[in-house]
Nanobody
């Protein structure tokens, strides 16, 4: 059974940093795109960042470009999201996702249509 377990969320002041981790189990995702989505109260889920299976390509949502960095460690079956210069509008539940397909593209991954999902971790940024 595939499981994606997020950690690292919490409460931080505006301008601060957090690092999210997502450990996958049940199968290897070393050949699959992985990444992060978020959903704030009353808003639709949005893609935050994605990283290709080999780490060679990355996608960032416009609202987080220049502030967030995604990385992965295939040996640990883990993906990370370093979040700097956090803003109150970054407050949301952050979900880890991993593509069900092998070597799929980032463009399809960020639609969220065919991914495994974690349970989510709350990130709250106070002003």
């Amino acid at each position: 059974q595939v499981q994606l377990v997020e950690s690292g969320g919490g409460l931080v002041q505006a301008g601060g940093s957090l690092r999210l981790s997502c450990a996958a189990s049940g199968r290897t995702f070393s050949s699959s795109t992985m990444g992060w989505f978020r959903q704030a109260p009353g808003k639709e889920r949005e893609s935050v960042a994605g990283i290709s299976w080999n780490g060679g390509s990355a996608y960032y949502g416009d609202s987080v470009k220049g502030r967030f960095t995604i990385s992965r460690d295939n040996a640990k079956n883990t993906v990370y999201l370093q979040m700097n210069s956090l803003k109150p509008e970054d407050t949301a539940v952050y979900y880890c996702a991993a593509a069900r397909t092998i070597r799929g593209g980032l463009g399809y991954f960020v639609t969220g249509e065919n991914n495994y999902w974690g349970q989510g971790t709350q990130v709250t940024v106070s002003s």
